[in-house]
């Protein structure tokens, strides 16, 4: 597969974004094959709540577009991939420094590959836990994308194409 993007300069960019910065969110590590991410959300006076912990925007925000480019970073090129929906269970407020470890597994994407060689949509659903310093479950954000692979380069058009130059 094509490489589009080096993790290294993701990273960069990420903590350079004003969303992110901005929110006190950090990328600490992007593995070099794009599988695993590590977040930091560090507790700051201006993304505490009204109960002086973690504000829960800045929770979901940590999370938005990590899986969106972790699949990019993977599948390269070839693929439209987008986050479709959402959704965040609370399930203790965050005294704390937050942390997200996003993986994407090699059967995951073997599946994706598999689901989308023939140009059908995919949507897979990834579930990440946010963990405070203690490495309690502050909450869990279940992310679902749309992954497709983009028109030039379904199977169906390389078929079409091969069958006419055999005509």
């Known amino acids: 597969m094509y490489k ?6 993701v990273k960069l960019a990420l903590n350079l974004w004003p969303p992110f910065w901005g929110s006190g969110i950090r990328i600490i590590r ?18 505490k709540n009204a109960n002086r912990t973690q504000y829960g925007g800045s929770i979901f925000s940590l999370t938005d577009p990590v899986y969106a480019l972790m699949l990019i970073g993977l599948l390269g090129k070839e693929y439209y991939v987008w986050d479709k929906h959402a959704e965040i269970n609370f399930i203790k407020p ?4 937050l942390y997200a470890d996003f993986v994407i597994s090699d059967n ?32 869990e954000v279940k992310r679902t994308l749309y992954v497709r692979k983009k028109p030039q380069y379904r199977e169906e058009v390389g078929k079409l194409a091969e069958e006419e130059l055999t005509s």
């Open 4 to 9: 589009l993007y080096k993790p290294a300069l």
């Open 30 to 47: 992007i593995s070099n094959d794009f599988k695993t991410v590590k977040i930091k959300l560090k507790l700051r006076w201006w993304n």
């Open 94 to 97: 965050g005294n704390s420094d």
């Open 108 to 139: 995951c994407l073997r599946d994706i590959l598999d689901a989308t060689a023939g140009g059908d949509k995919h949507l897979p659903e990834f579930m990440v836990q946010v963990k405070d310093i203690q490495g309690e479950v502050v909450s």
